[in-house]
């Protein structure tokens, strides 16, 4: 399974990015995907999954301002991100998962920053 990610950047605090995730390769049963962020010093961290059903999940402190979505014809999961914060600067992570088998993608920068 490949995960390609896009759509990081630099935004200034209170605005607002979207990243997208596109799923290749051998993606049967994948059920779950997904971001994930590491910031400087820190743990990766959960930002938000989504099933394929469309349950979701998302990390305290981006619920309200974060939105996860997916479009399972195109294999895709999208974050868009509003209101977003100077402590939401991290490398941002696509994650899938099927069962006993887990997979990540290349980060993607987010900078928020006046």
């Known amino acids: 399974v490949q995960l390609q990610a896009s759509g990081g950047g630099l935004v200034q605090p209170g605005g607002s990015l979207r990243l997208s995730c596109a799923a290749s390769?051998?993606?049967?049963?994948?059920?779950?995907m997904g971001w994930y962020r590491q910031a400087p010093g820190k743990q990766r961290e959960l930002v938000a999954v989504i099933t394929s059903g469309g349950d979701t999940n998302y990390s305290d402190s981006v619920k309200g301002r974060f939105t996860i979505s997916r479009d399972n014809a195109r294999n895709t999961v999208y974050l868009q991100m509003n209101s977003l914060k100077p402590e939401d600067t991290a490398v941002y992570y696509c994650y899938a998962r099927r069962p006993l088998e887990a997979y990540w993608g290349q980060g993607t920068q987010v900078t928020v920053s006046s």
């Open positions: 390769g051998s993606i049967f049963s994948i059920n779950i």
